[in-house]
């Protein structure tokens, strides 16, 4: 299993801004995914973030948008950048210990007004 | 890609209801998990289940690899139990369905 902690849980964000969330997760993990959740919706994969390498983005997510970091094996950013109320979201991340089930951080509500 | 199917999309149930959710899945996935998703967004980890059976207090869940599908019992349903409840397999990535949205009423 794997314990992730994401922060910030909540936030609420003017138009034009940016907003970076963290997960740090308890053990070393290859791959960490960032998700998208829009209102009333299911979840959508962003990116996939490798320790030493660029993020891959899934269709229609682009890095300058979405920039992600991932300095360690253990530790992942994810930014929200230039945003408007259409970005208004749950984003999640998750791993997946040895390849089988994933876990995921608690959630980061971002409003934007 | 993979196409994941749940049904229904909603259900409301009296305390004590028995319900089954289904799962279906456009093609093989590995990774075969069920979540609940609290109503502060969280996503609870219910069952990793490729394929079987598996149980845990009144839930259990079933799945039938080789026909595409999974199933999620809840007995004796409680208004805890409310929320949104996925499905999602892995096939070049992990894939959600649309979610059952279940209200327990006391």
């Known amino acids: 299993s794997a314990v992730i902690s994401q922060k910030p849980s909540r936030d609420i964000c003017q138009r034009g801004t940016s907003l970076t969330i963290q997960c740090q997760v308890d053990?070393?993990?290859?791959?960490m995914f960032w998700y998208r959740q829009q209102p009333g919706q299911s979840l959508t994969l962003i990116a996939t973030a490798n320790q030493g390498s660029e993020a891959t983005y899934e269709s229609g997510f682009v890095i300058d948008k979405f920039p992600i970091s991932r300095p360690n094996l253990t530790f992942s950013t994810l930014t929200v950048s230039n945003m408007s109320p259409e970005d208004s979201s749950i984003y999640l991340c998750?791993?997946?210990?040895?390849?089988?089930?994933?876990?995921f951080g608690q959630g980061t509500r971002l409003t934007v007004v | 890609g993979i196409q994941v199917e749940q049904s229904p999309p909603d259900l409301i149930l009296q305390e004590g209801a028995n319900s089954t959710l289904r799962c279906n899945f456009s093609?093989?996935?590995?990774?075969l998990q069920w979540f609940h998703q609290n109503p502060w967004g969280q996503l609870i980890n219910l069952f990793y289940?490729?394929?079987g059976t598996k149980q845990n207090g009144r839930l259990s869940a079933t799945t039938v690899a080789t026909e595409r599908y999974s199933l999620l019992y809840i007995s004796s349903s409680q208004t805890t139990d409310s929320g949104v409840y996925f499905c999602a397999g892995r096939g070049s990535r992990l894939t959600f369905g649309e979610g059952t949205q279940l209200t327990v009423n006391p």
């Open positions: 053990s070393q993990v290859t791959m």
């Open positions: 289940i490729p394929s």
């Open positions: 998750s791993v997946e210990p040895g390849g089988t089930e994933a876990f």
């Open positions: 093609d093989s996935v590995n990774n």
